[in-house]
Nanobody, 120 residues
């Protein structure tokens, strides 16, 4: 059974920091690209950051570049999202995603999400 379990969300003041974690089980973690998405109320889910299976390549949404950092520890089957200089517009539910291409299409899994609220 595949599980992606996010943690680390919460309430933080503007300008503050949070570190999200996503622990994976039931997959060969090191073969999956990992991504963080977020979804604010009434909005579509958007890609925040991604990291390749080996961790050598990363990409970020323009809105978070320079503030967020994605990383992974394949020995711990965990991906992280360090979020600094948080803004109220970063408020959303953050989801972890694991994905890889196969001969039959894209194999992907989602976590249940963790709430991040940025407010004074």
């Amino acid at each position: 059974q595949v599980q992606l379990v996010e943690s680390g969300g919460g309430l933080v003041q503007p300008g503050g920091s949070l570190r999200l974690s996503c622990a994976a089980s039931g997959i060969t973690f090191s073969t999956y690209a990992m991504r963080w998405y977020r979804q604010a109320p009434g909005e579509e889910r958007e890609l925040v950051a991604g990291i390749s299976s080996a961790g050598s390549n990363t990409n970020y949404a323009d809105s978070v570049k320079g503030r967020f950092t994605i990383s992974r520890d394949n020995a711990k089957n965990t991906v992280y999202l360090q979020m600094n200089s948080l803004k109220p517009e970063d408020t959303a539910v953050y989801f972890c995603n694991a994905a890889k291409g196969t001969a039959w299409g894209i194999d992907q899994y989602w976590g249940q999400g963790t709430q991040v609220t940025v407010s004074s």
